[in-house]
């Protein structure tokens, strides 16, 4: 079992910057894809941001240019630094990996950004 914590969400006002975690319970962390989603409720899901076990990275076109995704494989995390903040931004945004074929997420980070 594996457990996903994100932390780093808040309330800031559109132009700000948040720096979300993602702390992994197992090492196993460390060499898999991780990915960053988004979803308000009423609203499909997003993937947001994806960073493979060697460091190469995709984002969404939302995001792109704004958002930065990095690990820390010796600590077991991810961060997704958030910059240039939109309102549009506003979400609940989860940590996700699969491990051993198995789907674990976290339980998300609400992001509220004003206008």
């Known amino acids: 079992q594996v457990q996903l914590v994100e932390s780093g969400g808040g309330v800031v006002q559109a132009g700000g910057s948040l720096r979300l975690s993602c702390a992994a319970s197992?090492?196993?962390?460390?060499?898999?894809?991780v990915r960053w989603s988004r979803q308000a409720p009423g609203k499909e899901r997003e993937l947001v941001a994806v960073?493979?076990?060697?460091?190469?990275?995709n984002y969404a076109d939302s995001v792109k240019g704004r958002f930065t995704i990095s690990r820390d494989n010796r600590k077991n995390m991810v961060y997704l630094q958030m910059n240039s903040l939109k309102p549009e931004d506003t979400d609940v945004y989860y940590c996700?990996?699969?491990?051993?074929?198995?789907?674990?997420w976290g339980k998300g980070a609400q992001v509220t950004v004003s206008s």
């Open positions: 996700n990996a699969n491990i051993l074929t198995v789907d674990y």
């Open positions: 197992r090492s196993a962390f460390s060499i898999v894809t």
């Open positions: 960073i493979t076990s060697g460091g190469s990275t």
